[in-house]
């Protein structure tokens, strides 16, 4: 069983960055994948980016690109998204979700553990 933890989320203006930190435990196996999805009000979840622990490969959705940078800390079991130049339609609730894989995908069905998800808003 993974317990992720979501944390770094807030109130922000357009045009600020922000640091999402998933911190993951109960688990020793390496080999993970590690996602971001964001879900706006009255949207679904959609993928932002992901990453293999194992092999350190990142996935990012396209219309991300630019802008949010997934990283991770091997040492400290944390995964971190980094957004920049913050916009209104960036906010939303953003989950970090974890599956036992090594290669990724950004499709919500391919992931089976789940933060509770942490409220990013971005004010213009």
């Known amino acids: 069983q993974v317990q992720l933890v979501e944390s770094g989320g807030g109130s922000v203006q357009a045009g600020g960055s922000l640091r999402l930190s998933c911190a993951a435990s109960g688990t020793a196996d390496r080999r993970i994948c590690v996602g971001w999805f964001r879900q706006a009000d009255g949207k679904g979840r959609d993928g932002v980016a992901a990453i293999s622990t194992r092999l350190g490969r990142t996935y990012l959705n396209a219309p991300m690109k630019g802008r949010f940078t997934i990283s991770q800390d091997n040492a400290n079991n944390v995964v971190y998204l980094q957004i920049n130049n913050l916009k209104p339609e960036d906010t939303g609730k953003y989950y970090c979700?974890?599956?036992?894989?090594?290669?990724?995908?950004?499709?919500?069905?391919?992931?089976?553990?789940w933060g509770q998800g942490i409220q990013v808003t971005v004010s213009s």
């Open positions: 979700a974890a599956d036992p894989r090594t290669y990724c995908s950004l499709l919500q069905r391919d992931f089976t553990y």
